[in-house]
């Protein structure tokens, strides 16, 4: 039977550092199997996503840090979270839940759950998490479980339980966390907001988002194995761009990957040949006496039309339109020109595709690469 009364405190006591799990995913499980609990309207409506038919409260149960054994494999499974119950119709359920803030999709805990609850009438599982590419991936993996598999998104949750709160001011709350941490439905950039920028707050809050979400939801395996290494890489603000770093030893052949919103400090025009606009960019940088740039820049002119033929504005080190000395190498695009996807996830994806088309050309044949290590320390 599911609890009458849940508090969510003595909920939250039970976790301890150190139980292998991040405070914020326990503390956002927690909140929710609360809510869930808590809120009728809320409950009735999720289940009914997932069962297809609404179910008997008074036979619910709903648990986490619950233990199964796997006899198969001799070893104890701890689902996120654990509810079962009876269907309107009479027919039992089980839902087995795993949740993700922050960590990455593993495929083999989702079998575990599946062979926990193979074999059970109506057994369905349910993968939840803030990351689209996650749920994309967890999403081709149907086929391979006996259970019913359901793929949601934290921003869908938001919006069922921001529609379902009226009447529960823990869901009211739950709502709020969740808008600040970012677990809403994106807002994508638009060409109005674009336009209007020009240094607002709220605009460049999205330009470090969408850098953020680069960096940790896409693959870097274009770039060569140097800048590949995640304690090199950072997403920063600073000199008019929002974007990546990928840190070169002592900074020379430094890359940065993201967005140009003034070009005061790079002293380029845009890619519409304006001052004010923003662009997708690459860049290389190095000192202007460093040993070795020579060698570099010629890497860079041998790749520089190919490159070109990928789409944007490319410039190098000596063009007259490059007038920062520390710039070797810059591709540019307008941001505008991604903007024709709706949506966050489809207009990261084209910048990325952008992206790996500039870098695939760029290091074909390994000679840009072996130029750039004349800039690290020898031993």
């Known amino acids: ?3 009458s009364n849940p508090n969510l405190f003595i909920s939250l006591f039970h976790w301890r550092p150190g139980d292998g799990r991040t405070p914020g995913e326990n503390f956002l499980t927690e909140s929710f199997v609360y809510c869930l609990r808590r809120n009728e309207t809320f409950r009735t409506g999720w289940f009914k996503k997932i069962l297809g038919s609404e179910v008997i409260d008074a036979d ?3 648990c986490t840090r619950a233990s199964h054994v796997d006899d198969e494999r001799e070893t104890t499974i701890y689902p996120d979270i654990d509810i079962r119950g009876v269907l309107t119709s009479g027919q039992p359920f089980s839902l087995l839940v795993e949740v993700k803030w922050g960590a990455r999709y593993d495929h083999s805990q989702i079998a575990k759950y599946d062979r926990l609850i193979a074999g ?8 939840l998490s803030a990351n689209s590419i996650d749920c994309r991936n967890a999403s081709t993996q149907r086929g391979s479980l006996s259970s019913t598999f359901h793929i949601f998104e934290w921003q869908q949750i938001y919006s069922l339980l921001a529609t379902s709160s009226q009447d529960c001011r823990s869901s009211q709350e739950l709502v709020e966390f969740m808008n600040k941490h970012g677990l809403n439905p994106p807002e994508p950039i638009t ?17 470090r988002r969408y850098c953020e979400k680069l960096l940790n939801e896409s693959a870097w395996d274009f770039l060569p194995p140097h800048y590949q290494d995640a304690t090199r890489q950072e997403v920063r603000d600073q000199y008019g761009r929002i974007a990546i770093v990928f840190h070169r030893h002592d900074w020379n052949g430094t890359i940065t990957i993201g967005y140009l919103h003034s070009n005061q400090d790079h002293r380029v025009k845009f890619a519409d040949g304006s001052d004010a606009s923003v662009d997708l960019m690459m860049r290389i940088e190095a000192n202007p006496t460093v040993v070795g740039r020579a060698e570099v820049v ?3 002119q041998k790749r520089a039309s190919q490159v070109r033929q990928c789409g944007g504005v490319v410039r190098l080190a000596g063009d007259r339109d490059n007038q920062n000395p520390h710039t070797l ?3 540019q695009r307008s941001l505008s020109e991604f903007l024709e996807n709706s949506d966050e996830t489809s207009q990261l994806l084209a910048m990325h595709a952008q992206i790996r088309e500039w870098s695939t050309v760029l290091f074909g044949g390994g000679e840009l690469e072996k130029a750039l290590e ?6």
């Open 1 to 3: 039977m599911m609890d």
């Open 60 to 62: 619910l149960r709903i």
């Open 120 to 127: 059970q009438p109506n057994a369905n599982l349910v993968f």
């Open 191 to 207: 060409q109005s907001l674009l336009q209007s920028y020009v240094t607002t707050r709220d605009f460049l809050k999205r330009l």
């Open 298 to 300: 010629s890497a860079l």
């Open 329 to 331: 190498f810059i591709a």
């Open 374 to 379: 004349r800039f690290d320390p020898i031993g």
